[in-house]
């Protein structure tokens, strides 16, 4: 059974920069495994963010492309989002998710099983 605990998250002015942590209990998610950000705002449906796979190829959501990163910290077990430039339309409540058995990074919050509790961000103008 996977665990995630997502931290992190606070409130920054537009433009500031925030990095999310992901920590990954009971099995090690650099072996075939993927794991992704997502986020959802208030009345607004749960969308991809940006995800990884195994072999630390990526995926972005258009709108953070440029400004967010994930990356992952294999020895730590710790997934991360360096997320840039904010601005108040990326304020939401953040979501790590993890997959077993998946060689390519994916954003479909369907193929993902294991969910951590979210963490807020909040962007003010």
């Known amino acids: 059974q996977v665990q995630l605990v997502e931290s992190g998250g606070g409130s920054v002015q537009a433009g500031g920069s925030l990095r999310l942590s992901c920590a990954a209990s009971?099995?090690?998610?650099?072996?075939?495994?993927?794991m992704g950000w997502f986020r959802q705002a208030p009345g607004k449906e749960r969308e991809g963010v940006a995800g990884?796979?195994?072999?630390?190829?990526?995926l972005y959501a258009d709108s953070v492309k440029g400004r967010f990163t994930i990356s992952q910290d294999n020895a730590e077990n710790t997934l991360y989002l360096q997320m840039n430039s904010l601005k108040p339309e990326d304020t939401a409540m953040y979501y790590c998710a993890a997959v077993r058995r998946c060689w390519l990074a994916t954003m479909s919050a369907e193929r993902y099983n294991y969910w951590g509790q979210g963490t807020q961000v909040t962007v003010s103008s």
């Open positions: 009971g099995y090690p998610v650099n072996i075939n495994y993927c």
């Open positions: 990884i796979d195994s072999a630390g190829s990526t």
